[in-house]
């Protein structure tokens, strides 16, 4: 019983991949910085280990997706790392904060799954944990 035992203990424990989706609120525009390059680092911190992560821009998240696109914002560098997890941003709030034209010529996918807005349920439904920033 006591091998047993020592033998659980030592064996490395499977890896558990998280399915988390980052919902990111926070405008650049008009918030502190700190939100959104935090919300980049947690997503490259899951990407990193392995975790399933899908990022959506949503409200004035729209206008700090518009923002971070362009090469000479200071959290531009932040964002590329995390990109390749971007599922998209709310459609109706991307044309509420008049950053549609921008989002759409960058080729962002535009989410309208909720009578217009992106569904957080369908990410619920995907068995996805939701964090906000």
């Known amino acids: 019983m006591l091998d047993t035992v020592t ?3 030592s064996e490395t424990p499977a890896k558990v991949s998280q399915k988390i989706a980052i919902v ?4 650049v525009t008009t918030e502190a910085l700190s939100r959104a390059y935090r919300a980049f680092g947690f997503a ?5 280990a392995g975790d399933d992560v ?3 821009f ?7 997706l518009a923002a971070v696109l362009d090469p000479k914002h200071d959290l531009h560098r932040a964002w590329t790392r995390v990109a390749p997890a971007l599922r998209g941003v709310c459609g109706y ?25 992106a569904s957080l349920r369908a990410l619920l439904g ?8």
């Open 7 to 9: 033998q659980s203990r």
């Open 58 to 64: 949503d409200g004035g998240g729209s206008a700090t």
């Open 24 to 27: 990111i609120y926070s405008n």
């Open 93 to 117: 709030c991307a044309k509420a904060y008049d950053v549609q034209d921008t989002l759409k010529a960058a080729g962002i996918p535009m989410l309208t799954d909720d009578h217009g807005h």
């Open 126 to 133: 995907e068995g996805r944990q939701i964090v906000t920033f």
């Open 44 to 48: 490259a911190e899951l990407m990193a």
């Open 54 to 56: 899908t990022i959506v």
